[in-house]
């Protein structure tokens, strides 16, 4: 049973554009939201990450939007770039124990 | 820093063996690591939680007598698959958790792959 949904499966972006991840989850007890990067063959690597008092983080070219009371989240990779095709993962922690949604594979077109 | 590493990066074994692998700290101390496993195309699943110097705590479905978890030091975990068989090929991956500012941060390692003939 996956506790956080993550949409969509895959995308595709031209070189410049905006990429849009979108993430929920139904336990209310989550209380740090990490996303994470993945490329093949390797281990996933921390992106980008928010608590719920949080409404958006920007770290760079890459947002979270967090809306508590809807439980959703969302990851904004701005100006996508061709380095940026990988597959990426929402999650959500209680007590460190992390819940992955499915993953979202990133293609960016040169 | 917040490194982990695991060793080793790629193993191939007969059905019916069993197959070591070890998840280091290398610039850190983690009293808890956790092992997820990954098959391919798919999300990572948490195995089990591996704690220093007590039992390691295992999610839902997972047989604790076939993925056996050592946490033998603040450095060191060990995850070893007993009489493994083709269904146990998959990716896994260990992570622990740092402290570079954020709690809750979890530092993952590299993975291992594991195909079993």
């Known amino acids: 049973q996956q506790q956080v949904k993550q949409s969509p499966q895959s995308l595709i972006v031209q070189k410049g554009g905006i990429s849009i991840i979108n993430c929920a989850y139904e336990?209310?007890?989550?209380?740090?939201f990490p996303w994470y990067q993945q490329f093949p063959g390797k281990g996933p690597a921390l992106l980008i990450a928010i608590r719920p008092d949080v409404s958006e983080k920007k770290e760079g070219r890459f947002t979270i939007s967090f809306n508590k009371s809807a439980k959703q989240f969302s990851l904004h990779i701005m100006d996508s770039q061709p380095g940026d095709s990988a597959t990426y993962f929402c999650?959500?922690?209680?007590?460190?124990?992390?819940?992955f949604g499915a993953g979202t594979t990133v293609t960016v077109r040169a | 820093g917040a490194v982990v590493s695991q060793h080793p990066s790629w193993v191939i074994c007969k059905s019916g063996t069993s197959v070591k692998i070890e998840c280091r700290s290398l610039d850190f101390q983690a009293t808890t690591m956790f092992w997820y496993r990954q098959f391919p195309k798919q999300s990572l699943m948490l195995m089990a939680t591996?704690?220093?110097?007590?039992?390691?705590?295992?999610e839902q479905g997972v047989e604790k007598d076939k993925f056996l978890i050592n946490h033998a030091s603040l450095t060191l975990s060990t995850l070893t698959v007993t009489s493994a068989h083709p269904e146990d090929s998959s990716f896994y991956i260990c992570s622990a958790p740092g402290t570079a500012g954020i709690t809750d941060t979890q530092y993952f390692g590299p993975g291992t792959r594991l195909t079993v003939l």
């Open positions: 591996s704690n220093e110097g007590s039992k390691a705590t295992y």
């Open positions: 336990n209310t007890a989550f209380d740090y």
């Open positions: 999650a959500a922690s209680f007590d460190y124990k992390l819940s």
